[in-house]
């Protein structure tokens, strides 16, 4: 059975770029929840999609936002990217969202804002 | 609000013996998860061991043990038998009634050979 995966690995973005991460969970989970990792703020909740709609997020400005497709593949997005984006950011997935027992995480795409 | 304390930034240990990484949390929530995850350098979340708030019992997972001390607010991680590989960063986190998870600092772990 695959594991969580996460496109691409590694990128590099200038200020103001946008950017989009993409999610693959493990077939059959319908949540995808999305975390931002950085030295200074550790990591933190971005938001949660289930069965296509976002059912939570966290406190991150508008310039981040999400999606989810049927298949359940997710894709976030940060647009106008300021060099405090620069981050790993890591997707998991779980069946329904509400067994973290099983939530798997995928490893990450790691951003750098130049 | 839920917040999860991990007050050792690195901790360093010989191969075979034990360890206790140490992890206190705040929350109002009357139900609530605490959750252990190891991150290697290669940088994905592993889960490791759950105790839920009205566990009778400490959570174990083969070399993983929970110490949970609810008038105190704790749930440290005991490893037992510590290898190389364990050799990586660290993380307590908790569930409440938010449904998503907060993360502490983390606790870079060393083993020695």
């Known amino acids: 059975k695959a594991g969580v995966t996460q496109t691409p690995r590694y990128l590099i973005k200038t200020r103001g770029q946008q950017v989009t991460l993409s999610c693959s969970p493990i077939s059959g989970h319908r949540s995808v929840s999305w975390y931002q990792q950085t030295p200074g703020q550790g990591l933190q909740f971005l938001f949660e999609?289930?069965?296509?709609?976002?059912?939570n997020k966290g406190n991150f400005p508008g310039r981040f936002s999400g999606r989810q497709f049927s298949n359940s593949r997710s894709e976030m997005n940060v647009s106008t990217l300021e060099l405090g984006d620069s981050a790993l950011y890591l997707c998991a997935s779980s069946l329904d969202g509400t067994d973290y027992n099983e939530q798997f995480f995928g490893p990450g795409t790691r951003l750098t804002v130049l | 609000a839920q917040k999860i304390t991990q007050t050792q930034p690195g901790m360093f240990v010989q191969e075979k013996e034990a360890v206790t990484l140490d992890c206190t949390y705040d929350?109002?929530?009357?139900?609530?998860?605490l959750f252990w995850y190891k991150q290697p350098s290669s940088g994905e979340m592993i889960f490791l061991i759950y105790q839920g708030s009205y566990d009778q019992q400490n959570a174990t997972e083969g070399r993983y043990s929970l110490n949970f001390q609810k008038a105190r607010k704790s749930a440290n991680l005991v490893i037992s038998a510590s290898q190389l590989g364990d050799s990586a960063m660290y993380f307590c986190a908790t569930l409440g009634g938010s449904e998503k998870l907060v993360f502490g600092k983390g606790t870079k772990l060393t083993v020695n050979p």
């Open positions: 929350t109002s929530d009357p139900s609530y998860g």
């Open positions: 999609y289930f069965s296509e709609t976002q059912r």
